[in-house]
């Protein structure tokens, strides 16, 4: 069965640091997502992409944020100077169709 | 905005025994969505319950929606020790076309001992 991958699955780095976070979402989707869950909390939605550009983000989503699709196939995160609150599990997903199918997580620590 | 809020925060019970668990939400929603998640992995989508539809069954799974009380519930009937893990409702608001976006309540910690 097709499935949602995320590299890596654990990420520590240093408060400032710029951190890439990435997903290959499933071959014919064409919808993607960022979700975050800071540990013990909600799963937050961050940021819908289609055809090449942002379709909505919210308000967690600010200008240290910023998704790509550089090639077809991956889907990333950049976070260009990771804070604290920026520690939380990161959840890639893709979507066409039905159901959002959601890959594994990165759990990223901001030291 | 839409959220799922979900009871109990946790739930204990024995192997074979049926789990029910709560969710409400605050505005109108296109569909309900419930999601397991084991410790430390991602999201597992269980089943969907479209706004016209009161009821659902998938397996061991029942969802019930009620629009009137913006609320569902999810009931597992004879329980395993697998079905350990956290449960999310997760209600859905159409961003145009067929993209949407999902919002999650705090989820159930579900514990089935043995």
């Known amino acids: 069965e097709p499935e949602v991958t995320q590299t890596p699955s654990h990420q520590v780095t240093q408060m400032g640091q710029e951190v890439i976070l990435r997903c290959v979402p499933i071959s014919n989707h064409l919808y993607f997502y960022w979700y975050r869950q800071i540990l013990g909390q909600k799963v937050e939605f961050l940021v819908s992409?289609?055809?090449?550009?942002?379709?909505?983000k919210s308000e967690i989503f600010d200008d240290q944020f910023s998704v790509e699709r550089p090639d077809g196939s991956n889907f990333t995160l950049k976070i260009r100077s990771t804070k604290l609150e920026d520690s939380a599990m990161y959840f890639c997903?893709?979507?066409?169709?039905?159901?959002?199918?959601f890959g594994p997580g990165t759990r990223l620590t901001v030291t | 905005s839409q959220q799922g809020e979900e009871d109990p925060q946790a739930l204990s019970i024995q192997e074979g025994e049926n789990a029910t668990m709560n969710c409400s939400y605050k505005?109108?929603?296109?569909?309900l969505q419930w999601y397991r998640q084991n410790s430390g992995r991602g999201l597992v989508h269980l089943i969907l319950?479209?706004?016209?539809?009161r009821e659902k069954h998938s397996g061991r799974l029942r969802v019930t929606l009620d629009t009137s009380k913006k609320s569902s519930s999810l009931l597992i009937t004879a329980s395993r020790a697998a079905d350990t893990a956290s449960y999310f409702c997760a209600t859905v608001r159409t961003l145009g076309g067929s993209n949407y976006k999902l919002t999650f309540g705090k989820g159930t910690l579900l514990t089935v001992n043995p």
């Open positions: 997903a893709s979507y066409m169709g039905y159901e959002q199918y």
């Open positions: 505005t109108s929603i296109n569909n």
């Open positions: 319950i479209r706004s016209n539809e």
């Open positions: 992409f289609y055809n090449n550009e942002i379709s909505e």
